[in-house]
């Protein structure tokens, strides 16, 4: 049996800014991204939330941040310290047969934007890459959501989303 060897978060970062073309990874580590994704979706689903409503979790302390270090020393000296506490939680998700997953949950009272440990045959365990995965729990799908599943970044996928937005903005004059 072959054992899967863990890349230290720091390792996967840099690779990310480099294919990415990333300036502050802190801008994607914080959890705002998601959260503002969260806050447009509760608002379509029909809660009356703001950003301060959204608990979020970065992956990366107080200390780390950008009012505190510069973007260079987060990269240099920053990426090393947060190799340590995702390990540690990466290695307790494996032992039980799961795996952590960055996710936003939408429910009645409210949101919540963190990692998360999840089953590794999940549709969010199975997620690679830069796809999202949305899963829809209601009255139908009670024990078996609803699924989709597509690409969650790059140029192409940002421009199709703005000029859908705008297509739909003309259907309202």
Excluded at 49 to 63: A, C, G, K, R
Excluded at 113 to 130: I, T
Excluded at 136 to 149: A, D, G, N, T
């Amino acid at each position: 049996m072959r054992s899967l060897q863990i890349q230290p978060m720091s390792y996967i970062l840099c690779l990310a800014l480099f294919v990415e073309n990333l300036k502050d990874p802190r801008d994607d580590l914080s959890g705002m991204d998601v959260a503002r994704k969260a806050l447009i979706l509760a608002r379509l689903l029909g809660q009356q939330i703001s950003m301060e409503n959204i608990n979020v979790e970065s992956l990366y302390p107080s200390e780390l941040g950008s009012e505190v270090m510069s973007t260079t020393d987060f990269l240099e000296s920053g990426l090393a310290q947060l190799d340590e506490r995702i390990e540690e939680r990466v290695k307790a998700a494996s032992l039980r047969g799961n795996v952590l997953r960055y996710v936003c949950v939408i429910g009645d009272t409210g949101c919540q934007v963190g990692l998360q440990e999840v089953p590794k045959d999940s549709a969010l365990g199975r997620l690679r890459g830069s796809d999202n995965v949305v899963e829809i729990y209601s009255r139908c799908y009670e024990s078996s959501p609803l699924v989709i599943q597509g690409a969650g970044a790059g140029n192409d996928t940002t421009a199709a989303g703005v000029l859908a937005d705008i297509i739909d903005l003309q259907d309202l004059f």
